[in-house]
């Protein structure tokens, strides 16, 4: 049994680290996601985010002075070998089952109003991450509907490493899974959409690539391969 067995316990959101912040805008404005602007931080991190109908969302991320604080020093330790998935974030009210880490050291960074960030202390669980928010988001409509039809995040696909420590915490969770062949955090996402058929036109005129609609336990996909969306492979689910 993992550590914490939440009910609120869900998917919020994936950070994508990425060397060129303003290639990797065109690259997934190509992809038929809207962007909702980010910004430059103070340690010089700077972000653009992907946001969906369900309250899940992407945050492409990029540390573009080099290392200033330990935030800034994971991503460009991260970046150092690849492009891609280097964190998950997961939403988690800790005041209401604080017992279940009584055994893990936590660290906490707080945005007054805004939400606060809780980590487990250790470098095993450095890429995962805690957010409790302080207040409703609120986001314009346009910015959640996606000419590619996306809806939510419905999976997140970790590499072996990973996953065996993820269920160390939480025992199985089913939009958490494993990718054995997998070299970063996390290798890929599976997004619910709302018309697979015209998610596919999408992809195939803008990339000029073929892609075949699957069908296998009863549901439909599309798999776009990791080399589109900066060493992330994409599914998207109908």
């Known amino acids: 049994m993992g550590i914490c067995q939440s009910k609120d316990t869900r998917l919020d959101h994936v950070p994508i680290a990425v060397m060129d912040i303003i290639e990797a805008e065109k690259t997934f404005l190509n992809l038929g996601f809207s962007i909702k602007n980010g910004k430059m931080h103070s340690n010089g991190l700077i972000n653009f985010f992907l946001k969906f109908a369900d309250g899940t969302y992407i945050e492409i991320?990029?540390?573009?002075?080099?290392?200033?604080?330990?935030?800034t020093?994971?991503?460009?330790d991260f970046l150092k070998k690849s492009e891609g998935g280097a964190a998950l974030c997961l939403s988690a009210d800790f005041e209401d089952n604080a017992t279940s880490y009584k055994n893990w050291p936590l660290k906490q960074f707080d945005f007054p109003k805004v939400f606060t960030i809780t980590q487990i202390d250790s470098s095993e669980f450095d890429w995962l991450f805690f957010i409790k928010y302080h207040a409703d988001v609120i986001d314009?409509?346009?910015?959640?509907?996606h000419d590619n039809q996306v809806l939510g995040i419905e999976k997140v696909h970790l590499s072996q490493?990973?996953?065996?420590?993820?269920?160390?915490?939480f025992g199985p969770q089913k939009n958490i899974g494993s990718d054995v062949n997998a070299k970063t955090h996390i290798t890929g996402i599976t997004f619910k959409v709302q018309d697979l058929i015209s998610c596919k036109k999408v992809l195939v005129n803008r990339l000029n690539i073929r892609l075949k609609i699957q069908e296998k336990g009863g549901r439909k996909s599309i798999l776009l391969p990791k080399e589109y969306a900066h060493d992330v492979w994409f599914e998207f689910v109908q």
């Open 73 to 76: 020093e994971f991503y460009a």
């Open 161 to 169: 490493q990973k996953f065996d420590q993820f269920q160390k915490l």
């Open 140 to 145: 314009e409509p346009r910015l959640l509907i």
């Open 61 to 71: 991320i990029s540390p573009s002075k080099g290392v200033q604080d330990s935030t």
